[in-house]
């Protein structure tokens, strides 16, 4: 809409209006928030603290930049966009390299677990001595300890935030 020629109110109106929710009624937040007095960068500032979402901060400085600084606003949006999807794109694939890690830290989390229920059903009494023993309580304690900060230890470093 900034593009052919709108002002930047009724782009955002535009997009209140032709677009699907929950997008479009947050827009509609900022068109009425204009209507009742607010000025739109108080408008679009407001909405951003209160969505939390970074994709959307991005928008609310790009405009407030741009509206001090002067220049064309389609240009800086269209420069904001491609921002936005390489910054996609690159959480996609940190993702998708992190999985790997994601689906170790499963299989050997679940390692002890599935070798402890096949000990069980073949052979019950060589794991009773866990259960039994004050010694091997405490060792099952620690050992679950161990097993449970291990596991999300790997899970952090499978965690990736860009």
């Known amino acids: 809409g900034v593009r052919s020629g709108l002002p930047v109110g009724e782009a955002i109106a535009g ?13 509609q937040t900022v068109v009425d928030s204009v209507r009742l007095g607010r000025t739109l960068e108080e408008a679009l500032l407001r909405t951003g603290r209160r969505l ?20 064309n606003l389609a240009e800086t949006l269209e420069n904001l966009s491609d921002i936005v999807r390489r910054r996609q794109q690159m959480q996609q694939k940190v993702r998708a390299m992190s999985s790997e890690a994601r689906a170790s830290a499963l299989i050997v989390g679940s390692l002890p677990f599935v070798l402890s229920g096949i000990l069980l059903l073949v052979n019950p009494d060589y794991l009773s001595k866990l259960v039994t ?30």
């Open 52 to 71: 939390g979402v970074a994709e959307f901060n991005f928008l609310v400085i790009t405009m407030i930049v741009q509206k001090e600084t002067g220049g």
């Open 15 to 27: 997009i209140a209006r032709e677009l699907g929710d929950p997008i479009a009624s947050e827009f």
């Open 133 to 162: 023993d004050p010694r091997g309580i405490y060792l099952l304690g620690a050992g679950l300890a161990s097993e449970g900060l291990g596991f999300l230890v790997m899970m952090k470093m499978a965690r990736f935030e860009i």
